[in-house]
C-alpha cells in the first residue's frame, strides 16, 4: 500500500498494522525431495532450475510470463546417479518476472524468478543471509532458519523488485558431508507437518552461496549447488552494475596461489561501478569467543580490494551481524541465519556496528548511493548503513522499536517526525508496524509507505 503526498502540507495521524504473509508455491511434497531451486549463472537471459526427485522419472519443466500462460517447456531426465534434475532455461528476457512449474511424477511444483537487468542498469537490490545450519545437539531444529526464511519470503514480496538473488555465507548445514543434512537442514520440506519457508525461498529466488567450513569436504555442496566455477568453489558473476567475486577460503587463497592470482585480476578487469566480495570468515567482525578474525582476509583478500575498488567484504561464520569499516572498505558480517547466535563485542578493531541476532541483510543500490537495511526475523529494521551523506533518500520509521541503544546498534527512527526531519525532500518513509498519534505539519516532499498493512493517513483531529 503506498501512499503519496509529494510537495505537500498534510495533517498527518497514522495507524499501521501489519498482516505478514508467507507466499507459498509448493503444494505437495511427494516424490520431490529437494526443490525446485533456482542458480543465476551470471546471464541475463538464462536461469537454471534445479530439484532431486525420490525415484527415477522424467519430469517436464514449464516457463513463462504468467502463470497460465506457461509457452516454454523441456522433458527433464536425471544426471548423475541421485535422481538429480537440472535444467537452463535460456532465450529470456532481461529483467523480468517468469513464472515455472515442475511437474515431478504428475505433482506440480511452482516458482517464479526475475531475470537479471541489462548490463548498463544502473539500480539493483540484493539480499544476503547465511549461517543457516543447525546446533550440534539440535540438528533436527530449523525453526530459527525457518523463520528468517519466511521474513526473506515476506521482502521481496512486499518489494519484488528484491526478488533477484540471495548471497549465502556459507554453513548452510551443521555437517556438509551428510546427506541427511542437506535434506534435513538446509532443503527441509516440512515442520509439524507444515511446509517449510525453505520451500517457497527456494523456488523463488536464486541462492547463491559460497562455501562454509560446515561443508566439510564440499562434495555435497558442488553437488547441490553447481555454480559455473572457475576452479575448487571460486567464481564470479555480474548482475546490472554489480561485480561479485565469490572466494574459496578452503583452497589456498596466499600470495601465489591460483586463486589470489585469478581474483587479482577478476578484479582488476571489472568495470563494474559496484564490487564485493562474498567469502566465509570475515578479516574484521566483532567476533565471538571462539573464533577470531581470518588472518588470511587480512593480509591476502583487503590488499586487492583496496587495489581494485571493492566496496564490500560480506562474509559470515560468526552467528551475528557486524559492520567494520577499513581502508575504505565495509566488512560486513552476515551471520544470523538461524545458526546457534553467537556473542558480540562491538569493541573489536574497527567495529561500527553489531548486534546478536537473526538477521538477512537487504542491499540496495542506485547509480551512486548505496543503503543496506539489516532486517530481523518479523521485519524489523535493526541497522541501516549508507554511502550517503547528508539526509537520506528515505528512512525506515519503526513505530514498535524496543531495542537496545546502548550504542551496539544505530538508533532507528523510531517516532514519524524523527523520520521527517532526516528524509530528504522528494524522500520516502517507510512506516514498520505500530501505532503512532502523532499529528505533524509535513512542509516538504515525502512519500509514505506501509510496507506490510494498512496506513491510514490524514486522518481528521
Ligand atoms: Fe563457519
Redesign the pocket.
Known sequence: MRMSSAGATVLLGVVVGIALTVGMTASAFGGMKKGPYLIYGGANTQMDVLWQTETEEVDILEWGLAPDDLTGSCVSVEYEDDHQHRETIVDLLPGTLYHYRVNAGGEYHRGTFLTAPPADADEVKFLVYG?T?SDEDHLEDIEDHNEVCGSIVSAYTADPESQTFLLHV??FVYDGDEESHWAGQYFAREIDGSPTNMLPMQANIPILGTM???ERQGDLFRKYWPYPVVADRYWSFDYGPVHIAVVDQYVDYDEGSAQLTWLANDLASSTKEWKFILL??PGWSAGDPG?NNNEDVKNYIQPLCVAHGVDMLIA???HNYALAWVSGVWHVTS?GGG?PLDDVDPDHPNVLAAGKTFQFCKVHIRAEVLVCDVIEPGGTLVHRFSNLEGPMDYVWVNLEWDGDEDGSWAKPFNTLEEGVVDVADGGKIHIQPGTSSEVLEISKGVTLWAPNGSAVIGLPR
Open positions: 549461517d545450519r556459507g554453513d562454509g567450513n560446515h566465509h570468515e573464533n559470515g561464520h560468526n551471520g545458526g
